[in-house]
């Protein structure tokens, strides 16, 4: 893969929105964020020059893009990303766009796809966190025991159940299954050992209407 190793994470912007201080033992979410950008790389760049502006209203811990993973913020501060899960979550903003079709994010987007497998497999091993997707089911379930490790979800599924906000990122055609499979390479085997691009993903659901492009990160507290 071109691009820095998969490893390294880069400390080269600080988020200004932040809540405070958490125990690390607070988090049982990571949440799935995307950017709302067309660019590939520089896009995590781009990101964190956004959040250490005032005006950027949001923040996230991680951004990835196709050749580098950034952290804005410790995993110890309470990000700007999905209430009310800011407190409980580490949030992630991927490059791209809520509206990008599943072939796009495999094409264009899959280096940033494994990028953030790894960034997910790592974190949920140094938090204890299960490496398994919550649907808006399971979270309303989970969400009232702080001591339970969760797991995963998306900017929209937290939209959701809790209707604090109406972000609906990274969106229906972000191939879910295809992130996790390469996240639980990462967590069993420490690398890759097959790229599946084609295996059966969540299926669309036709019923469901256009999503809207988000226009940028706005993630109020
Ligand atoms: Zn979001």
């Given at each position: 893969m071109k691009g820095e190793a998969l490893q390294v994470i880069r400390h080269d912007y600080h988020a200004v929105h932040s809540s405070g201080a958490r125990p690390l033992s607070a988090v049982k979410f990571i949440v799935l964020h995307c950017m709302?950008?067309?660019?590939?790389?520089g896009a995590d760049e781009g990101t964190g020059s956004w959040f250490e502006?005032?005006?950027?209203k949001g923040s996230a811990h991680f951004g990835v893009d196709d050749d580098s993973t950034q952290q804005y913020?410790?995993?110890?501060a309470v990000a700007w990303g999905a209430p009310p899960l800011n407190y409980n979550g580490v949030h992630i903003e991927a490059s791209?766009?809520?509206?990008?079709?599943r072939p796009k994010w495999l094409g264009d987007y899959d280096p940033m796809l494994t990028r953030e497998a790894w960034l997910v497999a790592h974190l949920c091993r140094e938090l204890a966190i299960p490496l398994r997707v919550l649907d808006a089911e399971d979270l309303a379930r989970c969400g009232?025991?702080?001591a339970h490790k969760a797991g995963i979800v998306t900017h929209e599924t937290v939209s959701a159940v809790f209707r604090q906000s109406d972000h609906t990122d990274p969106?229906?055609?972000?191939?879910m299954a295809v992130l996790m499979d390469r996240a639980k390479q990462f967590h069993v085997h420490?690398?890759?050992?097959a790229v599946h691009?084609?295996?059966?993903?969540?299926?669309?659901?036709?019923?469901r209407k256009p999503r809207p492009i988000r226009r940028i990160l706005r993630c109020h507290r």
């Amino acid at each position: 893969m071109k691009g820095e190793a998969l490893q390294v994470i880069r400390h080269d912007y600080h988020a200004v929105h932040s809540s405070g201080a958490r125990p690390l033992s607070a988090v049982k979410f990571i949440v799935l964020h995307c950017m709302e950008t067309f660019s590939l790389v520089g896009a995590d760049e781009g990101t964190g020059s956004w959040f250490e502006n005032l005006a950027s209203k949001g923040s996230a811990h991680f951004g990835v893009d196709d050749d580098s993973t950034q952290q804005y913020l410790p995993l110890t501060a309470v990000a700007w990303g999905a209430p009310p899960l800011n407190y409980n979550g580490v949030h992630i903003e991927a490059s791209g766009r809520s509206a990008l079709d599943r072939p796009k994010w495999l094409g264009d987007y899959d280096p940033m796809l494994t990028r953030e497998a790894w960034l997910v497999a790592h974190l949920c091993r140094e938090l204890a966190i299960p490496l398994r997707v919550l649907d808006a089911e399971d979270l309303a379930r989970c969400g009232d025991d702080p001591a339970h490790k969760a797991g995963i979800v998306t900017h929209e599924t937290v939209s959701a159940v809790f209707r604090q906000s109406d972000h609906t990122d990274p969106g229906p055609g972000f191939p879910m299954a295809v992130l996790m499979d390469r996240a639980k390479q990462f967590h069993v085997h420490g690398h890759l050992v097959a790229v599946h691009k084609t295996e059966a993903g969540p299926q669309q659901d036709k019923s469901r209407k256009p999503r809207p492009i988000r226009r940028i990160l706005r993630c109020h507290r």
